[in-house]
């Protein structure tokens, strides 16, 4: 079973603030996917890595997929409190199935 | 704006009770799961489905059964609910096909069984 770690689990920070959450794996996946989650909802996708290297911004969100695309980052710039949310990763295999594994999730709380 | 529904959005049920939660989508996706979750906490596949007549258990082992009749509806169900089975069940769909396995999930459904 390929294992996702994120890092840090919590985070609770105040608005305005910058902040980088990692997604790291000692598995090779052929993309890589963020989700976020409010309360009471179910996960919606932020984005998708796909290549090495690649980098991604969504507004003040920017997503970097490693080179050996083994480890992903979310970096959010100047954080609001509508930022709040889980993040999840998850990394989907190059095989037939393509079968997702979803990370634990970072629970960040933004204060006002 | 993803089209998957799930039903009741809570439920609360006594223990030995036997309930079938609802997840239905129009996007005509192939792929279809159910994980359980603990609020804000990670997810844990615990079904999923490639297609009509296709079921699979996950990672997480689970007391839950669940049936593909049709394309678009998924639904799982608990035979005699316990306590343990307290937990939000959320369900998803994706497409198939190479670089087209975006999850789309619905609200859930928060059970707790007294």
Known sequence: TQLLEQSPQFLSIQEGENLTVYCNSSSVFSSLQWYRQEPGEGPVLLVTVVTGGEVKKLKRLTFQFGDARKDSSLHITAAQPGDTGLYLCAGVDSGGYQKVTFGIGTKLQVIP | ?114
């Open chain 2, 1 to 114: 704006e993803a089209d998957i529904y799930q039903t009741p959005r809570y439920l609360v049920i006594g223990t030995g009770k036997k309930i079938t939660l609802e997840c239905s989508q129009t996007m005509g996706h192939d792929k279809m799961y159910w994980y359980q979750q603990d609020p804000g906490m990670e997810l844990h596949l615990i079904h999923y489905s490639y297609g009509v007549n296709s079921t699979e258990k996950g990672d997480l082992s689970s007391e839950s059964t669940v049936s593909r009749i049709r394309t678009e509806h998924f639904p799982l169900t608990l035979e005699s609910a316990r306590p343990s089975h307290t937990s939000q069940y959320l369900c998803a769909s994706s497409e198939s096909g190479q670089g087209k396995n975006i999850q789309y999930f619905g609200a859930g459904t928060r059970l707790s069984v007294l």
